[in-house]
Structure formats: structure tokens, C-alpha cells
């Protein structure tokens, strides 16, 4: 497929407050782990020379959900260009890059093995160094690159380890204390669906489309949130795992109940109320989580959201007030750097360069890779 038949979203350049390395480190980092080819050119000194994603979205709209066969293959048609492309708008050629960095896992295997292949093809033919970056990991140490305090605000402030750090995306639900790059402890996870998943089937459910994150998100915010009573799982219980399949259970039920055709007012109370449930879910775990003696040893000062379901208002403003109360500073990505995007692939890859950890002989990628395992 030709550049021009590629339809990106170039999303431009960010620069970091504190340039005090006069050689930073240029990376481009490449992610394919989902439906998003994403590149990006990231400087040590926090700087995004160019950002370009490639968002396959509109090609499993039609199927309600990403298809593992037709995402690789899109992948492949549009890798060249998304690297080409984000080379050109930084104004570089390979040669002005320092290392390079991909996502080698967990992820729909196709598609990391794309992205995968192609840096280690670039870093071979180039000789530079490879950064095997694992997704999750991406999406953890963002904030470091770039953080917004607030809702809505894209700031530009950075945080230091250690923070706790919550976890929430389509295929992931973990709270996690994070001491350092590779180095995580497990507070809380999942026990069945992911957040995303639990926001992409009720809108599922509700005919609203994919992904269903931001349409409930959006339709929440003209909603009565007590207007269904959603279940609170887990939430009388010890400890800091998550259950979401006991909400979705009850939002098939209540619709069993009242067959569409659904009216707006219907539709946005049934999100606001889905919404207030999964945010109640995480704030009552979070809170366990500042309790537990792990995390109390370390006692971070800062609380962080992170993964595509940390762009959620609700759940944003509620961690804020959350971390206020616990005299601790909220950070969230900006809303550009929250859902899958190669600047978060880029930036792991220079925090395990500066420590490292380089890929020294050929790897082959993971489907499945805990944050444990590092
Ligand atoms: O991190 P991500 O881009 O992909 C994975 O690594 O899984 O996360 C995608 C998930 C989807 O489930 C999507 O519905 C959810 O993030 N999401 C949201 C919002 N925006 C995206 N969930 C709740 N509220 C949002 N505003
Ligand atoms: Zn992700």
C-alpha cells in the first residue's frame, strides 16, 4: 500500500521542560500490539519529534471488536509508511537515530510479530542498538514522559518512582506498585474481564459501537448515575482484585428487562450508572491498595492512572480526589498518550537503553508477558 493510501493521525510534537542532556538519546519506537501502527521519535530530554498513528478502528467497527487475522494484515500494509512517514515529519533519516524499540509483547501475536520485525530488520541493517519494549510496560512509565495533573489538562510535568500505579486498558486491569523500569509488584488484578472490555461490551450491548469507552464516557456525562443499581463487586471484600464480569451480568439482565428500542435519556443513565459502578470498583480497591503493607513500606507520593481507559473523565476525577485525600499528587498521561501509540514505545525503550537492557541476541515475541517477569 502506497503512504498516501494510509489514513494517520500525525500526532505531532510534544517537548519536555527540562532539556539538560545536550546529546540525548533519539529512539524511534514502534508499536502493533492491538489496532493501532503507531511510530514515534522520542529525545532522552522528554521531547516527541514526531508522533504518527495508524488507527484500524474504522476496519473492525463493523465486526464489534478488533480482528486478531485482519489487524496483522493491516499492520503489514502499513508499517513501512507509519515508520517512513514519522522519519520524514521529525526531518530525520536513519542514521540520526540512536536506538531503536518495538513492541515484542503481550499483545495479538500477528501483530507484534509486524512491528516487531520490522525494528529488528531496521536495527540489524543499521547496526543499532534494539530495545525489546513490553507493552504494559509502555503504558506504565508514560507518565514519566509526559503527565497531565488534571482532568482534561495535557500538562507537561513528569513523575519519579516510585508511584502506584493503576492499570486499565482493553486487555489489562492491575494495580501495580511500580519501584522502578522492570520493576513491578503485583497489589491487585483482574480476576475475569479487563475495564476496557467491561465499557467495550456494555456498548456493545447497547448498539453503540467500538470501542465503547469513550461513547459511554461521553453519554455518561448526561446521565443519572443512580438510575440502574450496577453491582459493586468485590467490593465488601479484603484485598485489591477486581471482578467486572458480575456488572456486565447485571447490564445484560437489566436490558433483558427493557428490550430496545432505547431512548437517550434510557442510553445515558444506563452508561452513567454502568460508568459509576466500574469507578466505584476501582476507587474502593485503590483504597485498599494505599492500606496494603507493601505499598505502605514504599508509600508513594504519587497516584497514576494509565492504559487507553485512563482518557475516562469520571474515573480521572475521582483518582484525583482520591490521591487529595491520601495527601498524594495525581498524574495521568495526556489524553494523546493514554491508548495504544508508539511515543510510550519509544520512551520504555530509552528508559531500559539508559539501564541496559538490550536485545543481544535475536528474541522471539510474547503473546503472553507479565510486568512481573521482567
Ligand atoms: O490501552 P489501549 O489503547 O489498548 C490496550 O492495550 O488494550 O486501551 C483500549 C481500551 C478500550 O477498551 C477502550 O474502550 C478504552 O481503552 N477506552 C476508554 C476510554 N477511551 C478508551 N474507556 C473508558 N473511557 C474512555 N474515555
Ligand atoms: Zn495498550
Not at 464489534?64 to 499492520?75: C, W
Not at 502506584?164 to 522492570?182: D, E, N, T, Y
Not at 466500574?278 to 496494603?292: E, P, S, T, W
Request: proline share 6%; charged share 20%; hydrophobic share 45%.
Amino acid at each position: 500500500m502506497t503512504d498516501e493510501k494510509i489514513i494517520q493521525t500525525d500526532m505531532g510534537t510534544m517537548h519536555g521542560t527540562t532539556t539538560n542532556d545536550a546529546h540525548p538519546v533519539v529512539c524511534l519506537g514502534i508499536e502493533s500490539s492491538c489496532d493501532e501502527t503507531s511510530a514515534a521519535i522520542v529525545d532522552s530530554n522528554r521531547n516527541i519529534l514526531a508522533h504518527i498513528i495508524y488507527s484500524q478502528i474504522p476496519e473492525h467497527q463493523k465486526y464489534g471488536g478488533v480482528v486478531p487475522e485482519l489487524a496483522a494484515r493491516a499492520h503489514i500494509l502499513a508499517i513501512d509508511a507509519v515508520v517512513n512517514q514519522t522519519l520524514a515529519r521529525a526531518g530525520k533519516n536513519i542514521n540520526d537515530i540512536d536506538i531503536i524499540a518495538a513492541t515484542a509483547g503481550p499483545g495479538l501475536i500477528g501483530g507484534v510479530l509486524v512491528g516487531w520485525m520490522a525494528a529488528t530488520g531496521i536495527a540489524m541493517s543499521t547496526n543499532k542498538p534494539l530495545i525489546a519494549v513490553n507493552h504494559l510496560e509502555g503504558h506504565a512509565l508514560v507518565p514519566r514522559l509526559h503527565a497531565a495533573a488534571a482532568n482534561g489538562n495535557d500538562g507537561n510535568t513528569s513523575v519519579d518512582f516510585p508511584y502506584l500505579l493503576m492499570l486499565a486498558s482493553g486487555g489489562h486491569c492491575q494495580i501495580l506498585l511500580v519501584r522502578g523500569v522492570g520493576k513491578y509488584e503485583l497489589i491487585g488484578q483482574t480476576l475475569d474481564d479487563s475495564a476496557g472490555e467491561a465499557f467495550d461490551k456494555v456498548a456493545k450491548m447497547l448498539n453503540l459501537g467500538y470501542p465503547g469507552g469513550p461513547v459511554v464516557d461521553a453519554r455518561a456525562k448526561n446521565g443519572n448515575p443512580h438510575a440502574f443499581a450496577f453491582p459493586r463487586p468485590l467490593c465488601d471484600k479484603p484485598g485489591c482484585d477486581f471482578s467486572f464480569s458480575g456488572i456486565k451480568t447485571a447490564a445484560r439482565t437489566f436490558l433483558e428487562r427493557t428490550p430496545a428500542p432505547h431512548d437517550d435519556e434510557f442510553i445515558n443513565d444506563f452508561c452513567a450508572s454502568f460508568q459509576a459502578a466500574v469507578v466505584d470498583c476501582i476507587i474502593n480497591r485503590l483504597n485498599h491498595a494505599m492500606r496494603d503493607e507493601r505499598v505502605c513500606a514504599v508509600a508513594p507520593k504519587t497516584l497514576v492512572v494509565a492504559g487507553g481507559v485512563a482518557k475516562n473523565s469520571a474515573i480521572r476525577a475521582a483518582m484525583e480526589e482520591l490521591a487529595a485525600a491520601h495527601n498524594m499528587t495525581f498524574a495521568a498521561p495526556p489524553m494523546s498518550l493514554c491508548t495504544d501509540n508508539g511515543a510510550m514505545i519509544a520512551w520504555a525503550g530509552i528508559e531500559n537503553y539508559r539501564i541496559g537492557n538490550i536485545v543481544r541476541a535475536p528474541i522471539a515475541p510474547r503473546p503472553r508477558w507479565p510486568l512481573t517477569e521482567l
